[in-house]
């Protein structure tokens, strides 16, 4: 159904986004500087984004598809079906990632 397409989407990419805000958590609760933990957190995305890429046009490389976040996602499979493994595999290191992040944001001297 083509009504359907919209809420696959948004699933397939909140789970994407839910991710890279998890990073973002992360790294505000390890560095010290708001500029360190945006670097950290568009680094990281970036840098996902060109090992997914470099994978997708080299096929050794092939493997490298799933250790980048952008490998779990794909907006033209998302018209068809909404892969509820890739995105539970994102929202899941999602949630480790904030439960990391809190413990490491507890353990921080804020004053």
Not at 7 to 33: C, E, K, Y
Not at 54 to 76: E, I, T
Not at 79 to 97: C, E, F, M, Q, S
């Amino acid at each position: 159904m083509p009504v359907l397409v919209p809420f696959r989407n948004t699933v397939q990419l909140g789970s994407l986004l839910f991710f890279l805000a998890a990073v973002a958590f992360a790294a505000s609760a390890r560095v010290r500087s708001r500029g360190s933990a945006i670097g950290v957190a568009v680094g990281v995305a970036a840098g996902s984004y060109v090992v997914n890429l470099v994978a997708l046009l080299w096929h050794p490389l092939a493997f490298a598809r799933r250790l980048s976040p952008f490998g779990y996602y794909s907006a033209a499979d998302a018209a068809d079906h909404v892969r509820w493994a890739d995105a539970g595999v994102l929202v899941g290191a999602g949630v480790v990632l904030m439960i990391v992040a809190r413990h490491w944001l507890a353990r921080r001297d804020l004053a």
